[in-house]
C-alpha cells in the first residue's frame, strides 16, 4: 500500500503504525535512495515497538541492536557491504534465531540472502516537495497503517 509523507515526522509515524502490529520474527527490508528516510522510518519503528532508545544509523557498525520493546529490533545498514556472504559472516541467521525484527536498509546489496525470508518491503522514494516522500509498504498481512493528527506533527 502507497502513502504520502510530507515530513520526516510523518515518515516516522508511518513507522511507528507498522511497529505497533510487526509480528515477531519479521524482516523488514528497505530500499530507496541515500536521504530518503529509511533511518526515519526505522525510528518510527522502533517507537511503535516500545523502544526508547535513540536509533541512529548503522552506516559504519553494520547493526544496531534495540532491545527494551515488546521485541528487539536490529537495524542493519548494508550499504557498505559487498554480498550476502558478508551479512552471514555477522551472524545473520543468529538474529533472525532471536525472533525479534531485522530493519535492513539497503536491502537490495543483499538480496539472494532475503529471498528464502519472508519480508515486510518499504520502498521510499522522494516525491514532488523536498520533504514529500512515497512510501510503499508491502508483504505483510497488515491490517490499514492508521495515523492519527497528533502523529504527523
Not at 46 to 60: C, I, Y
Not at 82 to 99: P, V
Amino acid at each position: 500500500m502507497e502513502h504520502i509523507s510530507n515530513s520526516p515526522a510523518d515518515t516516522e509515524a508511518l513507522g511507528e503504525a507498522l511497529g505497533r502490529v510487526v509480528p515477531a520474527g519479521s524482516v523488514v527490508a528497505f530500499t530507496g535512495d541515500l536521504g530518503a528516510g529509511k533511518t526515519a522510518f526505522t525510528r518510527g519503528l522502533a517507537r511503535g515497538l516500545g523502544v526508547r532508545e535513540r536509533v541512529t544509523s548503522p552506516t559504519f557498525t553494520i547493526v544496531n541492536e534495540y532491545e527494551g520493546g515488546r521485541l528487539p529490533l536490529f537495524h542493519f545498514d548494508m550499504y557498505r557491504l559487498g554480498s550476502s556472504d558478508e551479512l552471514f559472516d555477522i551472524g545473520w541467521e543468529d538474529y533472525l534465531a532471536r525472533n525479534g525484527v531485522c530493519a535492513v536498509e539497503w536491502s537490495e546489496n543483499v538480496a539472494d540472502a532475503l529471498e528464502e525470508q519472508p519480508c515486510i518491503r518499504v520502498d521510499i522514494r522522494r516525491g514532488a516537495g523536498e520533504d514529500q516522500r512515497l512510501v510503499d509498504i508491502t508483504g505483510a498481512d497488515l491490517p490499514p497503517l492508521e495515523r492519527n493528527e497528533e502523529e504527523t506533527r
